[in-house]
């Protein structure tokens, strides 16, 4: 059961047509989500997540390539799909002239949910959601945690066994995101439910089991978050210069750096070997005057992984069209 | 969900929808009333400043001649009840200048030597109008003229009579008979074009505006990630907006009938199916435009060129009979045109399907056209 795939694509290839010509908004991405994983699709503003999900959902027409959930082919078996999914968009809105409880209910009655299951389920749900005292509230009188609170349970009181879920928590306070994920963790845990996640975060990619990066329409890495993050060579220090672009530009050309990232006023650089960079580093900028505050070595995170494979995807690409 | 047939699905989805746009509806009620509302002010409207038989035009004066014969005349003008002879002044340039002023619509000036000219057999009265308004000298000039006439007659009259005849009457008389509307009374006329204008305006802007709004929020894409097939969301959004419409027209009947005592001289039920019919092709038109447009901006600019064409081209106002060919076969296109004229036919003439079974076909024709169109345009995708 564990090697059940519940989300596949292969090849998946999504056109538009636009007045200066086709844009190919996703461009050969394969993918496999297990039951009862969570799955993070991760990767900057248009890198083609909300256009991957869509698809998959039978939402936009696929171009090219295979698609499926639970089996279901994502252009033919629309309907089979949308009884079996739960999907939160990214612009989505609930009625917002309609309460809590008629949200609910509209949501259940429009999937089919019996009187008998919709009794026993919506209380449940609300109280999953934190919601139960707000059942006679307008959904757009809601805050906006609250409504993707709102948005969640009422993509599951048809029971479904998979969620996807377009950036949920997108414009929600940090309180909000971090109960949303725990909600969104409850149901795997409790429910084994297989959840699929687009998202800007990092550190919402590192709750899931499974992350793939997606950049410019494909797909340049999918692993567990540790693999991810261990696929960055080298070791990761942290410091602050007390001037900082002279510093960035002395570091970036020394031996041994093999890679360099900027945090606000602190550099993160990427060293082969730790204790013989890390006394050059010191040495150098010392040197030119330049002191570094609270040089330390950090466990590299996603967030710096993810913008090392950028790069490396960058500089591979530049190299191919150098090539040609 | 098991042992249940796909039909009772497809009956709970829409159900489903059903529900849901009228709580939406009903709690909406500033546009409830204003839906409800907008009729009743429209009658009251067209019938009381919307005039369009014109009397009682402001007149001024100049009676130069001052003499018994011509005051006969102005008598004659004012009784006609055509002119309100409000002012009197001395000369023709006062006259231009009150109507320069706006103090008068119409002047009337009569020649010092009136009566001599009237001995003579060729006398002239000088009717002047201001002519930026164009009904006002239509109607004006036609009045005038005629009272015009009724006084030679007069005149010619006392003359045989002085000359020794001893009973005249005029040889040729016109008699006219108005049918259907006795009186000429406006409302006969405007109450069906208040009726087929604002059931096409209504019907399309409750479907286009409701379909864009929800594509703009972000809420059909979550509805359509839902069984709901595109037939459901159609009927699911239709029948609520159907009910409202059918209330909208019953309103403008019990208005138009109890209060303006409008006949309705025709089968209701036949006025009543073939207006169950233009609603529900005025709807499909509104989701048919939801397709096309993508803000609610366009599609109200969508509805208003709709809106104006069928105030001007259809005869709700002006009569198609007086348009050129060509701008009577825009109207044509448009299915308000055949509405208008089947439910005229049905309030005020009374007829049935014999005398407008070509209408009918036309409305029918339209209203599948549009139906069949709507519910395949409507997608069950975002692109």
Known sequence: ?324 | MQGESAMQSQAKRIYALMWKELIQILRDWRTLLMILGLPILEMFLFAYAVNMTIDHIPTVVADLSMGERSQTFLDAMQTSEFFDLELYTSSEQQVIQAIESGKAVAGIVIPPDFEAQIDRGSAQVLIIFDGSDAYTVQSGYRAASAIAQTQSMVVVAQKLQRAGAAEFSPPVFTSTRILYNPNMDGMIFMLPGVIGILLQMLTMNLTAMSVVREQELGILEQILVTPARPFDLIVGKMVPNILISVLDLAIILVVGIYWFKVPFQGSFLLFALLSLLFIISGLSMGVLISTIAKTQKEAQQITSVVLMLSMLLTGMMYPRSTMPPAVSAVGGLIPVTYYLRIIRGIMTKGIGLTFMWQDVLVLVIYGLIVIVAAAKLFKKRLD
Not at chain 1, 82 to 88: K, L, M, N, P, Q
Not at chain 1, 91 to 106: C, H, I, K, S, Y
Request: with cysteine; charged share 25%.
């Open chain 1, 1 to 324: 059961m564990t090697d059940e795939k519940t989300i596949v694509t292969k090849n998946l290839v999504k056109q538009f047509k636009t007045r200066n010509g086709v844009v190919t908004a996703i461009n050969g991405v394969t993918l496999q989500v297990h039951r009862g994983e969570t799955y993070g699709l991760i990767g900057p503003d248009g890198a083609g997540k909300t256009t991957t999900t869509r698809v998959i959902l039978g939402l936009l027409t696929r171009t090219g390539g295979e698609s499926s959930i639970l089996g279901y082919d994502s252009m033919h078996d629309t309907y089979q799909i949308r009884e079996r999914v739960g999907y939160i968009a990214q612009q989505f809105a609930l009625p917002g002239d309609l309460t809590v409880m008629e949200n609910m209910q509209f949501f259940a009655n429009i999937h089919g949910v019996s009187r008998e299951d919709q009794k026993k389920r919506i209380p449940e749900l609300l109280e999953f959601a934190g919601l139960e005292k707000f059942t006679t509230r307008l959904g757009g009188k809601l805050s906006g945690g609250m409504k993707k609170k709102l948005a969640l349970a009422c993509s599951l009181v048809h029971e479904p066994q998979v969620v996807m879920l377009d950036e949920p928590t997108l414009g929600v306070d940090p309180v909000s995101r971090r109960e949303f994920w725990n909600l969104l963790g409850n149901l795997r845990t409790e429910k084994g439910m297989t959840i699929f996640v687009c998202t800007p975060y990092m550190d919402e990619a590192e709750r899931c089991n499974w992350v793939g990066l997606m950049y410019k329409g494909q797909l340049i890495a999918h692993d567990s978050p540790e693999t991810i993050k261990a696929m960055v060579p080298g070791r990761l220090l942290e410091f602050t210069p007390s001037e900082f672009a002279p510093a960035r530009d002395l570091v970036a050309g020394m031996e041994g750096v093999t890679e360099m990232q900027t945090y606000g006023l602190m550099l993160h650089v990427f060293v082969d070997d730790l204790d013989r960079r890390q006394q050059e580093i010191q040495a150098t900028l010392a040197d030119q005057g330049i002191t570094c505050a609270g040089m330390r070595e950090i466990e590299p995170r996603m967030e710096e992984a993810f913008i090392s494979l950028i790069h490396k995807q960058e500089s591979y690409e530049r190299s191919e069209s150098t090539a040609e």
